[in-house]
């Protein structure tokens, strides 16, 4: 791992090395140093921050942020992987889908976009969309150190296509009835299945890998959690749901976080809108869904 480290502020080239379709809107980006000064992957990967990394559109020069997907046990050390959703007359997004194989992209970073407390004992993550991936970055950093449950709302099942929750999680059984206890639920996978579904993609794929971590199957509170919920199957995340885990504590000490990502109306509905006071964005007051929870001791942080 040679080679000159670039300043955060700094754009340097990479070349696109690997892009899977993830779904018919996502895919997984993999990018790899042309050569010259590089990303500091050491702190994109191994730091308490959660990171991302700016894209720049070369014909606009408008640059756009992509979080750093946590790297997978083959992956090379010298490549980036980025989950990156084509929007709809998405200026950026569009550009990088359109890109060829080894095409040169120029990019800088890390940012850093939220620092984990040193003591963070448990962790509720509440996901929509693309914002799985600094979820994924928690439950790689936290692995075998803290309790972590991922809430992860898709608006279609390709997304999340092969994902079994958990915890009974689905609006037809009711959570609060069926919320399984963490053995119970590794006991009989079966039983928490969404339904027989033919394929995973790789984004599920991780999320089960980062299960395995080292460590995280040893007790509820170093264990990772995933529940998956899909707007056009009418399974959406509840209140009730989200009062439930806070209520049912895993961790026995430590600093509580509830992390909210994901679209702006995602994080909106749930948390409050984010607000910018000059010129930077900030977490404003509580709102939404959670401020109507009793969240006592849990710290809400909108990503
Ligand atoms: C810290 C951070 C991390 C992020 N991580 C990821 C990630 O991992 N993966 C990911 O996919 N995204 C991520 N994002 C979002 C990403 O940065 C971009 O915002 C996203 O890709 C859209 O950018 P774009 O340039 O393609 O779209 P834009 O051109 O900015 O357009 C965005 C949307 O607005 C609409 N729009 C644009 N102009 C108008 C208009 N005049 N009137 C009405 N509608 C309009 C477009 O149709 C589009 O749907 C992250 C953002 C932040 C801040």
Redesign the pocket.
Known sequence: DDGQIAKPTEFVKYKLVDKTEVSTTCAIFTLRSSGGAKIDHRQVHDSCALT?VQFKQPQLQIA????VLPPTKDQSPDDLR????K????????YLHRLRPEAEIEVRGPGV?YILPEDVGEVVFLAGG?GI?PAMQVAHRLAGKASVHVLWASRQREDSLGGVSDTKAQKSLGFGSSLFSWRAARADPTEASVGNVAATNAIVEQMQDLKHAPGSQLSPSTSLVIDYFVDEEDTFIQAANVAQIIESERASGGSRLILVSGPEGFVKHWAGQKEWVGGKEVQGPLGGVLATLNHGNWQVVKL
């Open positions: 991302s756009r942020s992509y979080t980025f989950l990156i959703r929007e709809r007359n998405g200026e950026v997004s569009g976009d693309t991936a």
